[in-house]
């Protein structure tokens, strides 16, 4: 009774401590999936605090192995290092990501750093970033993603703006702007409505390209999208500069370097240096515009420097993170390779164990069945001494009554040459009487009378046998 109640005990206390372990896991993967959440949603107004939320996401997922929230976690880390310009940080992570979401096969992780890859290389090569682009435009498909199928819609639209091809950017944003509407999101709302008026201030239809940036200008500054009100301000200048409304290009040029040292954006700060330029020299003020100019030109071979700087580096990144792949796909294979071995060593140690253990059972078996043969060869050796000793006894039995026979055949061989001798005299006399009679020289009463009398001697010889061999029975009995 004890025992069992120890057993249930100690049962209950495996299955409470395993649902502990398990309610713990539930809880602390749902909080790495809430920091990465709210990192990623903060990344267009606070992209360093995006950053410090993936890396406590990264922490805690280390601590409870949790493989989809660590690359996750590395993901949204990138996309922080990403909009505060430091790709060559945030590819690392991206590709990290992209290894732990390949070794869980989670396509939609796939998917979205695939994007997010495009994103890095739409700065700095067009042609790289639509392959990654269409890599997960095509999971983001397959998935029916349709938050991730408006936004790289999106980003491919970029680029196609960014190659001249209006037509088809417009439709991509267009696409977008669709997608975004029915799903209720209006950061990406706002990204497509701006994109949209850009391309129409390219192809020279400002009203309608003032009309949608007002708007979406609108959405921005309502969702704190920073940076998209920075890049906003900077088209409107521009459409303000070509309609020579200075007052308006001055107002919304100074609200958009705001907004910028506020994102911090390299690439904005010089688009705004070379739009000053334009407005001033728009007014005629050559003086101010050709300090604007330098400024530019400066600021271009910077950029230019850094833009090539970037490519080495992101290329650099590529092959350590190639490097890092093989040196890991070794360590998977010796990995692999010591596990075998420790399998077939397990192996060969059970077999091993199992023919100790028949052994040792078979050995066991035989000395108990030597055993119990050495107690029937001792049972049967004991029954062959009772037997011998029995047959002793009987031989010395049958050695009396063969002597005893031997002696009364003696005897009686005696006693019937004896009865043989005395049978024969009343015989021989009958049969001499006989004879006489035959002769006559006997008379008839006197013949009867010896006949009779040799009878009578007869009988009672007869029955003096008779007695004594009754006697000679009550005897042996």
């Known amino acids: 009774m004890k025992v069992s109640l120890l057993i249930t005990s100690l049962l209950l206390s495996c299955i409470f401590n395993c649902y502990s372990k398990v309610e713990s896991f539930e809880n602390d993967s749902l909080s790495v999936d809430k920091l990465n959440e709210l990192g990623y949603n903060i990344r267009l107004t606070d992209p360093e605090q995006t950053i410090k939320h993936a890396e406590k ?13 660590i690359a996750e976690a590395q993901r949204v880390m990138g996309i922080g290092y990403f909009y505060i310009w430091k790709n060559e940080k945030a590819l690392s992570y991206y590709l990290r990501s992209l290894s732990g979401f390949k070794n869980s096969n989670y396509k939609p ?9 495009g994103n890095l290389y739409r700065e700095i090569d067009l042609e790289k970033g639509l392959m990654y682009f269409n890599q997960s435009l095509v ?11 408006a936004g790289t819609n999106l980003n491919i639209g970029i680029i196609y703006f960014r190659q001249k091809k209006y037509s088809l950017a417009l439709s991509c944003f267009e696409k977008a702007h669709k997608i975004f509407t029915d799903l209720n999101n209006p950061i990406g709302t706002t990204q497509s409505l701006h994109n949209q008026g850009v391309i129409y201030f390219n192809l020279k239809r400002t009203d309608l390209a003032e009309k949608i940036l007002l708007e979406s200008i609108v959405n921005a500054k309502k969702n704190e999208l920073n940076n998209t009100v920075a890049s906003i301000n900077l088209t409107l200048t521009a459409i303000y500069i070509n309609q020579s409304k200075f007052d308006k290009a001055e107002e919304a040029l100074n609200e958009g370097k705001a907004y910028t040292e506020l994102v911090k954006d390299p690439k904005l700060q010089q688009d705004y240096t070379f739009t000053s330029y334009q407005l001033e020299y728009k007014r005629k003020n050559y003086k101010q515009a050709l300090d604007y100019l330098r400024e530019v030109y400066t600021q271009d071979s910077i950029q230019f420097n850094n833009i090539e700087s970037q490519k080495i580096g992101l290329l650099q990144e590529q092959q350590r993170h190639m490097e890092r792949e093989k040196q890991t796909l070794i360590l998977i294979e010796r990995q692999k ?22 052994l040792y059972i078979n050995n066991k078996k035989k000395a108990k069945t030597n055993k119990q043969l050495q107690t029937l060869n001792d049972e049967v050796s004991l029954q062959k001494e009772n037997l011998d000793r029995i047959n002793h006894n009987l031989e010395e039995i049958i050695t009396e ?6 002696i009364k055949n003696k005897k009686l061989s005696e006693y019937s040459a004896h009865l043989s001798h005395q049978i024969r005299s009343p015989i021989a006399t009958m049969k001499g009487l006989m004879m006489l009679e035959e002769d006559d020289l006997i008379e008839n009463e006197e013949f009867v009378k010896e006949i009779s009398k040799c009878i009578n001697d007869i009988d009672d010889k007869i029955r003096n046998i008779n007695a004594n061999l009754h006697s000679l029975e009550n005897k042996e009995l």
Request: charged letters at 10%.
């Open 57 to 69: 996401a990264l922490s805690l997922a280390n601590k409870i192995s949790y493989g989809n929230g």
């Open 139 to 149: 999971l983001a498909n397959q998935l029916k993603m349709a938050d991730l199928i």
């Open 109 to 117: 992780g796939l998917a979205k750093v695939y994007n997010n890859i």
């Open 337 to 358: 390779t010591n596990r075998v071995m420790l399998w077939a060593s397990v192996i060969v140690f059970i077999l091993l164990a199992a023919v100790i253990m028949l």
């Open 401 to 406: 009554r063969t002597l005893d026979l031997q």
